[in-house]
């Protein structure tokens, strides 16, 4: 993985905290809320570094543009991983 993206992270514009939904309706924190607990510590760090590496470092968990995500941005991370892509 050489840490570059074939997707344009100037498309990934973090949420300015005032903009972000509420906690009840964040995505990724409804998602969490939706694991077992057990699971929560390393699917918020996943989260986390997910955000990281397709925004380029701009976003956290908290500020990624989730709803913005598209299959474009998941390929890409797979690409990036070293994952490949899904057959199907």
Do not use: K, N
């Amino acid at each position: 993985m050489d840490g570059q993206l074939p997707v344009q992270q100037a498309e990934i514009i973090p949420v300015p905290s005032g903009q972000q939904p509420p906690a009840d309706r964040h995505p990724a924190l409804v998602y969490l809320a939706s694991v077992a607990p057990g699971t929560r510590p390393s699917v918020r760090s996943g989260l986390q570094v997910v955000a990281e590496i397709l925004s380029g470092g701009r976003c956290d968990l908290f500020s990624f543009p989730w709803a913005s995500l598209r299959a474009q941005h998941t390929l890409a991370l797979r690409e990036a991983s070293g994952l490949g892509a899904v057959a199907g």
